[in-house]
């Protein structure tokens, strides 16, 4: 998903192509429905309404309820929109369309035919004051929010396409087999720029605001904010800092660790003494037992990938033992990748700010949705995220993260995220899409000959992302600390996980299990869950008009080829419930 604080690095791009609607960043082509064994065990006999734990029936295409509170020109303005969005030469060109109105309307007529059409679509408002009397419409409902201050800023793509990177290929961890694909510490030192670091301040700043916004919004109800942690970094800084924990994960499996079948790398106090020995470290029984000690943190015996991340820790250096002669300059060398240059400090200010706005979140009670991204960032958000799952995690869920089901190594990522969890005692909160950069990722894996990282088929994506729910709501209905947020706009998949609540007996209203989807869309999905008592939530971007037009923009391209289903795109549910109005005209909405 694609939302974020204030002036984060960002480009237009394609997403996965899903069938209609699923996560909350749509492709433009239609995919057949799942063919899953898995789905129609359990959900056969429960398409089209769904009877919930309270013998509620749940009925997606129950229009006239589910937009009770929407009026008419609300419904109009819905139909052009999606109409206009349907048209693939608009849409193409939609920025500069935007550009040349802006030109010949001036800003004022132009912020105000904005507000007739897709800003009034998809934003609630231009702050917070305008954005409550939505979050009160939709909270009578049944629904909660989440807001975004939507404000997006085109990445530069030098500074974006400088460096390319593979997904880290895993056995079953998340361990890459190719190399790092460049020299980082030579590009590193221009690229990352005090006006870059500025900017990030600047970020948090109106990051913590965004979260205020929340808290005072939706006051005295719990809500959530996103955010990308990419805002808080420079993209150069990020993709730099993913390498070196790519690099240092690939040190232990390497060298230092044994692995065979699906069993996850991981090393013994004597073979952990004994491979040090044999890559010529020059170290004391005594100094290496004591390390082992220190990185085998639960005292098991052994040291896996969740040990030795703590190495990859602000302040920490092993460089003192990691060290090995070499003959070409007659001194030691480090064997351990090290961010170049003054990455030590940049890493601080990284991980100070996304402490700050944390901290404010957990004081607020807000609960904060870390957004996923391309996967060569990956790895330096999943960093910075678990020391804020630790930290803040304990008593309940209040760091989200999001993990894209589309790539083939997310089931066993999920897995070691929710062992890591376990481990530390926090509570394991996740937002589960099927993904966003399919096109991207699949483009970079061409250009740089590496494998693919995403799922071959939609069905293979389909398997993999029901599973993963599956796993999760069996966690919860055996009373793990265990909480996820469905991000879909696909009904197939909201009957299919509603339906699994019934069977394990998850409580709809417990709070284990959120649904989620963007302000503008499937309000059919989200009003019929809200009023049946389901935990979900609007993603609900706010902002300047003119600041938030590319976030408008992209939103333009994520609904081409949507709005034309055959069945339950939002443009077919907005003409349906349009024209049930229009043949009434004199009966009133209940």
């Known amino acids: 998903m694609a939302f974020r604080a204030p002036a984060t690095s960002f480009r237009f791009r394609r997403t996965f192509k899903l069938n209609g609607h699923d996560g909350f960043s749509i492709g433009r082509q239609t995919a057949p429905e799942p063919n899953l064994q898995l789905f ?79 800003y009034g679509q998809f934003c609630a408002g231009e702050d917070r004051e305008r954005v409550i009397p939505l979050i009160s419409r939709l909270r009578a409902s049944g629904v909660s929010t989440m807001l975004d201050y939507a404000v997006e800023q085109d990445c530069d793509s030098e500074l974006q396409d400088s460096r390319e990177h593979q997904d880290l290929q895993v056995h079953p961890s998340y361990v890459r087999e190719q190399p790092v694909t460049s020299d980082v510490s030579e590009d590193f030192r221009g690229l990352t720029t005090t006006q870059g670091e500025q900017k990030c301040s600047i970020n948090a700043q109106h990051t913590l605001v965004c979260i205020e916004d929340t808290a005072y919004a939706n006051a005295p109800n719990p809500a959530f904010a996103a955010v990308k942690l990419t805002a808080f970094g420079t993209p150069q800084f990020m993709m730099h800092y993913s390498d070196t924990i790519t690099e240092l994960r690939d040190f232990f499996v390497n060298k230092l660790s044994s692995s065979s079948g699906h069993h996850r790398p991981s090393v013994s106090g004597m073979l952990f003494r004994n491979q040090l020995r044999n890559i010529g470290i020059q170290a004391t029984d005594g100094e290496i037992d004591e390390l082992f000690g220190v990185l085998d943190a639960d005292k098991s015996g052994v040291i896996d990938l969740l040990d030795w991340n703590e190495v990859i820790t602000p302040g920490v250096s092993l460089d003192a033992l990691f060290r090995v002669p070499n003959p070409a300059v007659t001194a030691l060398q480090s064997l351990l990748p090290r961010l170049s240059h003054n990455g030590d400090e940049i890493l601080a200010d990284v991980t100070s700010r996304v402490g700050q706005i944390a901290s404010r979140a957990n004081q607020l009670g807000v609960k904060l949705m870390i957004d996923a991204e391309q996967t060569y960032f990956r790895h330096a958000i999943s960093r910075l995220a678990s020391d804020l799952i630790k ?13 894209q089901c589309y790539l083939k190594n997310s089931c066993d990522y ?62 919860i209905s055996q009373g793990a600390k265990v909480n996820i947020m469905i991000a879909s706009h696909n009904e197939t998949t909201v009957q299919y996980v509603v339906n699994r609540m019934v069977e394990l007996g998850i409580d709809p209203g417990s ?16 009003l019929t869950l809200g009023q049946a008592g389901y935990t979900v939530a609007k993603y609900v971007p706010y902002g300047p008009v003119l600041d938030v037009l590319p976030y408008l923009s992209r939103r333009a391209l994520e609904n081409q080829g949507l709005v034309h289903q055959s069945v339950g795109g939002d443009y077919n549910i907005a003409r349906a419930e349009l024209f049930r109005r229009m043949s009434h005209p004199f009966r009133r909405r209940r």
């Open 40 to 118: 129609r065990s359990a959900n056969a006999k429960h398409r089209g309404n769904i009877r919930t734990s309270t013998g509620t029936t749940l009925n997606f295409s129950n229009y006239q309820d589910a937009f009770r509170s929407k009026s008419y020109l609300e419904l109009l303005r819905s139909l052009i929109v999606f109409k206009l969005c349907s048209y693939e030469f608009l849409v193409q060109r939609n920025q500069k369309i935007m550009d040349l109105a802006r030109r010949i309307l001036g800003d004022n007529l132009f912020i105000y035919s904005m507000k007739l059409t897709f």
């Open 414 to 475: 999920i897995g070691l995220e929710m062992e890591r969890a376990e481990r530390e005692g926090v509570h394991f909160a996740a937002k589960l899409v099927r993904g966003a950069y399919m096109a991207q990722e699949r483009r970079r894996a061409k250009e740089f000959d590496y494998a693919d990282p995403i799922h071959d088929t939609y069905e293979d994506t389909t398997d993999n992302y029901f599973k993963v729910i599956d796993d999760c709501l069996r966690k």
């Open 391 to 403: 930290l803040h995690n304990k008593k309940g869920p209040v760091i989200y993260t999001t993990f």
């Open 511 to 526: 709070g284990s299990v959120y649904f989620g989807q963007l302000l503008g869309m499937r309000d059919n999905v989200t």
